[in-house]
């Protein structure tokens, strides 16, 4: 067994099973075909079940992948077989929460795709190299929304929609606490 | 909150676009990317390219080496913005990009900076980012900071300071131990993934010091650890302690205490945990397993789906070994049977099979059968598999089993479905007498319908052997002859061998079977007619009822006592002329491949080019070796060659390991040596070889290597006499001998002069098992049966105390040097009792089988009884004088 629980990928799909935002950390598909086809089998065999409300789970060419999915996105995280079920849902659901924090309630594939740069680094947060950073929805989607300037920088520098953006990040970021 | 992408692509002005990244192009992003050299940098649209390039990155997009590395120069000018996102942005991309050891000096200034900067943020990312891309010349520059930063008491900054530790032990090991204060006080962190990260990483750098992990886990056991994912790794390492710990056969295990309160925890993942850390404990007794077993009976009824798989995933695996521990959750897994989730439902309905008892077994198939038609094929095959295991439990109810792998064999199925019913069908009919004539008609129903060819010659080789000994063979006739019409050449031709196997056990169907055979000389395929040729003329009688040779049921049904492989070579390498092709000049000896490639890696010191036998197909090199050195020629035919043995340890000056070959009356021994010395050439190698505590053998020939240059392999041999066809044993101590020569390295060039030298060896020995030939049959039972009892020799033998009985039986098997049969050499975890079937050929071409009944006696005491059979009463003594005196 693994003496430090580890994770495989982690897969944000869409409808179709293609692509919204993947990332893996073990040596398993070496190339790009070998993970999409991967993410297709995937996709297909969990295409039909409903994991809307409660995380489901897979065994799969000697994996444990648990996913849950809503509107059109398909949230997936992979572990060894012998990896405890229970350590992998929590991260599954502290993806998923947070991507719903982030996403201010609107999870779907439009909305993530328009605001990938929050899901990358929300993947980022939650996983380094395949041991688990963060399984907190509150405290990943905090770190992400971090967004605003940095302390020392003028406002002088900023032109009038900078600005404005950044009120609005402001607001965001109170609306996420 | 960030500007929707859309409006700044210039592909594009459609509002309700579905995806803003539609159309996206790598040539046009990158041109884009040249916004990052802009003298005012917009932090948001910089932002936005990054994001782009992430995204083609993400959809499996590749950047060529000059792509990356102007993105890469580019991203890192994007330093000097102060904006927090964008330089998160540019984290990650530099991260993807993963630069080259040239390309990260321009970086690491910038990344030192935001390590010390007064953003947590900055710092916690930016020690990630630099550990990811760093080598070990850098490590030593920023190892201050990052012990510095393992007890930062910001959490976000120490954790990432412990995670790249764990990732740098890899490459680094000797710098990250040197954390071990540091990473120490982190344990001790408020911060539950501090501790977590620090538990984990101080773990991987302890783990081969057990006794410093024992005292690691005594401490954290009794004291608090805060987050469940701490808890967790705190379980497998308490695990990991009672294991190494060994049996204890009397008293409390030490630790359990600890497991069992973990069953307790608020948090599911730690009573799972410890839970299936108690189930996998070694030798659990049932009362240890009881807690356990009702925790997960609780998750089985959990309304989420992941608790359910976890606990009947376990269970499944307990009803393996301790079935009846199990039985006490049968109710809740029965209701698991109707689970929206198949994964589920399928571990419960063979968690079910492995415990029910026979009063249920009517019931839970009618179940199933409601419940096969809607889970998949792999599902499926799972629960073939274990009704066979049910129905050889339960020999009694194998119609009601059988009439349902019939019924499921006769439904749509992909090959490897298929194919499980098949072999589930055929060992029961094998192992169920009973079960034989219904089971054989499914199979004939069968391929009357089969798309699958490998599987209708399967079953048709089947029918041949098992059919004729039935009551009524010639109802399966029909079923075979109908093959020769309907399918197509491979199926024709194994039919035909099947109808020629009735003709010759059954000498009333003889005439028959005749009559139909000749009506297969017409057909449109070769091998289809030479195979109707060829049994036409072995039957013999010209169909009449006559009894059939001795000689030709040996041919029909007698099993090629030789692997295929060595077969194939040996056909390959066959060329056409007047001699025949010799079949008993086919090499009998198993390669055990997979082995010597393994030991390959591990066990050969770095610098010893491979032997000149390379693992692959050993006994065909070293043939070709000998046969090419005209002193060796007249010793005849090679009879065994050993694995090598190492004669040095790893690492040593000079390397070298030695292989024994058994001639009839002779032995060599191969000596390869290697010169790991690159200022040295070795001259005039030999080993010199004492035998005197070798009485039988007589030394008569040395064959030195006239030089051994730096890091190429060489070989020497010695040969000796013995006695013809006798096992000599005997111990021999050996010294390599040689003339060193200086070598300049620069130059190449080597002195005249060289100094006369000697290394002492390790010494070698040949035992009995030299002169056994690892040789396999397919069936024990028949060739046992088939061997008589004539110079069968029964003896037992006390082993005295052993480890195990695994390693009792390992250790038997090597002494003797045969072949174990049938996996009978793996002995289950926990058993008290083990029965091992081995086979072999000894010298002089004696054929061996040998069945041992091991049996633990006492607390550690293994006895065993041996049974020997072979062709010459000499041979069956001999084997058992090398066990008494072994």
């Known amino acids: 067994m693994e003496s430090c629980p580890s994770i495989k990928n982690i897969l944000l799909l869409d409808s179709e099973g293609k692509r919204v935002a993947v990332k893996y950390y073990s040596d398993d598909w070496p190339t790009n075909t070998a993970k999409e086809t991967f993410e297709k089998a995937v996709f297909t065999k969990t295409q039909k079940t409903n994991a809307r409300t409660e995380a489901e789970v897979a065994m ?85 929304a971090s967004n605003s300037l940095d302390a020392g920088a003028s406002l002088s520098e900023q032109t009038i929609s900078q600005a404005l953006a950044t009120a609005r990040e402001h607001l965001t970021r109170s609306l996420l606490k | 909150m960030a500007q929707p992408l859309v409006k700044k692509d210039d ?42 390039l992430l995204y083609l990155l993400n959809q499996g997009e590749s950047f060529t080496k000059v792509e990356a590395t102007e993105v890469f120069f580019a991203v890192t000018k994007l330093f000097q913005s102060r904006d927090i996102g964008l330089r998160r942005m540019v984290y990650l991309m530099i991260k993807e990009l993963s630069p080259s050891a040239d390309e990260v000096i321009i970086v690491t200034s910038s990344l030192m900076k935001d390590m010390n900067s007064k953003t947590d943020m900055y710092r916690a990312n930016a020690i990630r980012v630099l550990c990811r891309i760093t080598d070990g010349t ?88 805060r987050s469940p994912l701490a808890q967790c790794l705190l379980i497998r390492y308490t695990s990991q302690v009672i294991r190494e710990s060994g049996s204890t056969q009397t008293g409390d295990r030490p630790f ?25 404990l070694n030798g659990v007794t049932s009362r240890e397993l009881t807690p356990a077993i009702t925790v997960l009976q609780l998750f089985l009824s959990s309304s989420k789906p992941v608790l359910r798989f976890a606990a009947v995933r376990t269970l499944n695996k307990v009803a393996m070994t301790h079935p009846m521990a199990v039985t006490n959750c049968n109710i809740d897994m029965e209701s698991l049977i109707s689970d929206q989730n198949r994964s589920i439902a399928t571990l419960a309905i063979t968690t079910l099979l492995k415990t029910g008892n026979e009063s249920s077994v009517d019931r839970l198939m009618k179940q199933i059968t409601n419940f096969m038609s809607d889970i998949a094929d792999e599902f499926k095959i799972v629960v073939v598999e274990a009704i066979r295991s049910l129905c050889l439990k339960f020999p009694l109810k194998y119609r009601s089993l059988m009439n349902f792998l019939s019924n499921i064999l006769r439904e749509e199925g992909g090959f490897e479905y298929k194919k499980a019913i098949v072999d589930s069908i055929v060992i029961l009919i094998r192992d169920i007498p009973d079960a034989k004539e219904s089971g054989l008609l499914h199979l004939c129903e069968f391929i009357e319908d089969c798309e699958f060819t490998y599987l209708s010659t ?113 056909l390959k390498t066959y060329e056409p002329s007047e001699e025949p092709f010799d079949i008993n000049s086919v090499p009998k000896e198993i390669k055990s491949q997979p082995l010597a490639e393994k ?52 690492e040593t000056e000079y390397s070298v390991n030695a292989v024994k070959h058994i001639f009839d009356s002779n032995v060599v021994f191969q000596y390869n040596c290697t010169n790991t010395i690159p200022d040295q050439l070795l001259e005039n190698v030999t080993v010199i070889v004492d035998s005197s505590e070798a009485e039988e053998f007589a030394e008569v020939l040395s064959k030195p290597i006239r030089s051994l240059p730096y890091d190429t392999p060489g070989q020497t041999f010695v040969a000796f006499e013995k006695p013809e066809g006798v096992p000599a044993v005997g111990k021999f101590s050996n010294m390599l001998k040689f003339i060193v020569k200086e070598v300049d390295p620069t130059t190449g060039e080597t002195e005249d002069d060289g100094v006369e030298d000697e290394y002492q060896l390790e010494d070698l020995e040949v035992v009995a098992a030299d ?44 002494l003797l040097g045969m072949q174990p049969c049938e996996g ?15 086979s072999g050929v000894y010298i002089g071409n004696v054929k061996v089988l040998a069945r041992i009944s091991f049996g633990v006696d006492g607390p550690k005491d293994v006895a065993m009884k041996l049974a020997v059979r072979s062709e010459d009463e000499g041979v069956s003594d001999a084997i058992h004088e090398i066990v008494a005196s072994g």
Not at chain 2, 25 to 39: H, I, M, S, T, Y
Not at chain 2, 263 to 273: D, P, S, T
Request: proline residues 4%; charged residues 25%; negative net charge.
């Open chain 2, 11 to 52: 592909d594009r002005d459609d509002e309700a676009e579905y995806s803003p990244f539609l159309g996206i192009e790598k040539g046009a992003v990158l041109q884009e990317a040249r916004v990052f050299n802009d003298p005012q940098l917009d932090p948001r649209r910089c932002s936005q390219v990054i994001t782009k």
């Open chain 2, 458 to 570: 399967q079953i048709l080789h089947f029918l041949g052997i098992e059919g004729p000994k039935t009551s009524d063979p010639s109802k399966y006739i029909r079923y075979i002859y109908n093959r020769v019409h309907l399918e197509n050449a491979t199926v024709r031709a194994s039919a035909v061998s099947t109808l020629a196997k009735f003709g010759a056990l059954v000498d009333s169907l003889k005439p028959r079977i005749f009559v139909l055979l000749r009506r297969c000389l017409f057909d449109s395929d070769d091998e289809v007619r030479d195979r109707a040729t060829l049994y036409i003329n072995t039957l013999g009688g010209d169909g009449s009822v006559v009894e059939t040779d001795k000689d030709v049921k040996d041919f029909l049904f007698g099993s090629l006592d030789l692997p295929l492989a060595n077969l194939e070579t040996s």
């Open chain 2, 771 to 814: 002169y056994m030939l690892k040789v396999g049959v397919s069936n024990f039972r028949n060739a046992w049966e088939s061997m008589g009892d004539d110079f069968e020799r029964v003896d037992e033998y006390g082993l005295g105390p052993r480890e195990s009985l695994a390693e009792a039986v390992s250790a038997v098997i090597n």
């Open chain 1, 60 to 144: 799969f060419e000697n994996c444990i992948i648990v996913y849950k999915f809503v509107q059109d996105l398909h949230f997936f995280v992979t572990g060894g077989e012998d990896e405890n079920e229970l350590i992998l849902a929590t991260v599954l659901q502290g993806f998923f929460d947070a991507v719903g924090l982030l996403l201010r309630g609107n999870a779907d594939k439009k909305e993530a795709l328009e605001n990938l740069d929050l899901i990358l680094l929300c993947l980022d947060e939650i996983v380094d190299g395949g041991i688990i950073l963060e399984t907190d929805a509150n405290v990943i989607a905090g770190k992400v």
């Open chain 2, 599 to 650: 030991k390959a890696p591990g066990k050969k010191p770095t610098g010893l080019g491979a032997p000149p036998a390379a693992p692959v197909s050993t006994v065909d090199a070293y043939e070709k070796l000998l046969s090419s050195i005209p002193e060796f020629a007249n010793f005849g035919k090679l009879f065994k060659s050993s694995a090598p043995v190492e004669l040095t340890e790893a």
């Open chain 2, 824 to 838: 009978t050499e793996a002995v289950p975890n926990n058993s008290r009792s083990h029965s091992c079937l081995l």
């Open chain 2, 138 to 225: 850098l490590l030593t520059q920023i190892e201050r900071y990052l012990k510095q930063a393992i007890v930062d008491k910001n959490p976000v900054v120490a954790s990432a300071a412990l995670v790249s530790g764990i990732h740098l032990l890899q490459t680094n090991p000797e710098i990250v131990k040197r954390w071990s204060n540091e990473v120490q006080e982190a344990v001790q962190s408020r911060a539950a993934l501090v501790q977590f990260h620090a538990l984990a990483l101080l773990h991987q750098i302890r783990q081969n010091d057990r006794l410093a992990v024992s005292k690691l886990v005594t401490s954290l056991t009794r004291g608090t650890v």
């Open chain 2, 256 to 280: 359990y205490d600890f497991l069992e309160g973990c069953l307790r925890h608020k948090a599911e993942m730690v009573i799972f945990e410890a839970a299936r850390a108690i189930t996998e």
